[in-house]
């Protein structure tokens, strides 16, 4: 079993910054590939960003060159960083954890899920 916590949303104005962090419990932290996932009202849940527990990342076309993920697997924690904040960008935005090495993009292929930590973005 893995739980997840995110941290660090709220409320912004366009063009600013937030980082959320995603805390894991558990001691197969490293074992996972991680993924950030969003959802805006009256919207599916869509990809963001992927990390592999060696590193290797992965993004989606809007979070391309604005947003940064990272892991720090001593601390059972992952991170993202987002920049050049948009209006879309609001949305819930949800972390969780893969233990296959395919789908990375896709939310049913994800294991466990956090609670979510709402991000709004004003313009």
């Known amino acids: 079993q893995v739980q997840l916590v995110e941290s660090g949303g709220g409320l912004v104005q366009a063009g600013d910054s937030l980082r959320l962090s995603c805390a894991a419990s558990?001691?197969?932290?490293?074992?996972?590939?991680m993924g950030w996932f969003r959802q805006a009202p009256g919207k599916e849940r869509e990809f963001v960003a992927a990390?592999?527990?060696?590193?290797?990342?992965y993004y989606a076309d809007s979070a391309k060159g604005r947003f940064t993920i990272s892991r720090d697997n001593a601390k059972n924690t992952m991170y993202l960083q987002m920049n050049s904040l948009k209006p879309e960008d609001t949305a819930v935005y949800y972390c969780?954890?893969?233990?296959?090495?395919?789908?990375?993009?896709?939310?049913?292929?994800?294991?466990?899920w956090g609670q979510g930590t709402q991000v709004t973005v004003s313009s």
């Open positions: 969780a954890a893969n233990s296959a090495y395919f789908g990375l993009t896709i939310a049913a292929k994800y294991d466990y």
């Open positions: 558990g001691r197969t932290f490293s074992s996972y590939t």
């Open positions: 990390i592999r527990g060696s590193g290797g990342t």
